[in-house]
């Protein structure tokens, strides 16, 4: 039973991986796209200019 309890948990953990590290992906890819700085603040990716 200890087994099946860790096989699930470890799906999980790596199903919750992929999220996170898709959110920085996602910012990355919109800044490449919208041409802004990375470590910008939000008004500044918000200001077209």
């Known amino acids: 039973p ?6 699930r948990k470890r799906p ?3 199903r919750v991986e992929p999220r996170p590290l898709a959110s920085p992906m ?3 890819i919109d800044c490449e796209t ?4 990375d470590f910008g603040p939000p008004e500044r990716a918000y200001d077209p200019t």
């Open 2 to 7: 200890r087994t099946g309890l860790g096989a």
């Open 26 to 28: 996602q910012l990355q």
């Open 34 to 37: 919208m041409n802004i700085p």
């Open 12 to 14: 999980v953990q790596r």
